[in-house]
């Protein structure tokens, strides 16, 4: 199904409706974060449809059926969601346009009538039943738990089978869209869970804003004694600060790993750029992944100030040029 929203985000490559493929089906957290935190409403101006897996929303994305491809790639208990990381790192070439931060919090809804006693199945995405480990091992200690390939599935499954003595582990709206009932509200391990999205593109990286990120690959060339250490000197010798620093096998060997680096800053900082043309040189490989808009707590608060700096800057720059004299030597002649 492909349903008709309005756009804020826009890559350099898009002409006429933009066309985002996510996450489905309808009901995820990722269709949530695209319509509360991508300034997307009812309107002709996009495309946005569904798919079943991650893989597949990158894949339409990197073929060019989509102009932007959204997808989950972290939860603040679970960790990375290595079905996107992988795709990025080792599938494709896309680049990063935008991240999304979104609080998130799992139900758990069954067919209407169902108990919590009645519970023999539990059905979710991965990383969304680990969020729930201590809830599942407490209250449902007998029931086997199942993977789907999105929460918003998982209730699909249920709702439309109307499964007896099945739940699954999804959010609120996936209930109402379903016809499930919530027997249990946030069951998630942490009060403060958080996932972490990211927009791709094809082509074209923001322009800075002011609070950005950029995000790398490290291949080396061998594995040898401080291989990592001279990788992050590089940050530390021009004091940028890292936000992520995580390591994955590279699928060649055992031992055989890179490192995926998100650090402060954009492409278009000077400090940035040296820092890559140092690690280019001495690496095997550098991938970028991309330079983006920051998102996360008090982001508008400060890239607001950080245009407001620049522009003071700017004013100062220029009262300083206005004092200097156009065609007088001051020189003493002799």
């Known amino acids: 199904m492909t349903r008709t929203r309005e756009a804020s985000l826009d890559p350099v490559s898009h002409q006429g409706a933009l066309r985002v493929a996510y996450l489905g089906p309808p009901g995820t957290f990722t269709e949530q974060a695209l319509v509360e935190h991508l300034g997307l409403v009812e309107s002709p101006a996009s495309e946005i449809s569904p798919f079943g897996s991650v893989e597949e929303v990158v894949e339409v994305t990197a073929a060019g059926s989509f102009d932007i491809g959204f997808v989950p790639i972290e939860n603040s208990i679970e960790g990375t969601v290595n079905a996107t990381l992988d795709s990025l790192v080792f599938d494709c070439d896309l680049l990063i346009q935008r991240e999304v931060i979104m609080d998130v919090h799992l139900d758990l809804m069954a067919v209407p009538g169902t ?16 969020q729930c480990r201590n809830f599942l091992s407490r209250r449902l200690t007998q029931a086997e738990v199942l993977a789907t390939n999105s929460t918003a599935e998982a209730a699909r499954v249920v709702g439309t089978n109307r499964l007896a003595r099945t739940a699954a582990l999804a959010p609120t709206l996936s209930a109402s869209l379903y016809g499930l009932e919530v027997i249990a509200s946030s069951v998630e391990d942490h009060p403060d869970n958080q996932t972490r999205f990211f927009a791709l593109a094809r082509a074209g990286i923001p322009p800075v804003t002011g609070h950005d990120k950029t995000s790398i690959v490290c291949f080396q060339s061998s594995d040898k004694p401080g291989s ?9 010798a021009r004091g940028i600060n890292l936000t992520k620093l995580e390591s994955r096998p590279t699928k060649r060997s055992l031992g055989a790993y890179c490192f995926i680096v998100d650090m402060e800053g954009h492409l278009a900082d000077e400090v940035v750029a040296d820092c890559l043309r140092d690690l280019h ?20 608060i400060r890239r607001r100030e950080a245009v407001q700096a620049w522009q003071a800057a700017d004013e100062w720059v220029a009262t300083l040029r206005g004092q200097i004299r156009n065609g007088v030597d001051i020189r003493r002649r002799p």
């Open 281 to 300: 040189a001495m690496l095997a490989r550098v991938k970028f992944l991309g330079s983006y808009p920051a998102a996360g707590e008090k982001s508008t």
């Open 115 to 130: 108990d919590l006693t009645d519970i023999e199945r539990v059905l979710s995405f991965p990383h969304a039943s680990a």
């Open 228 to 236: 990592l250490h001279s990788i992050l000197g590089q940050f530390a």
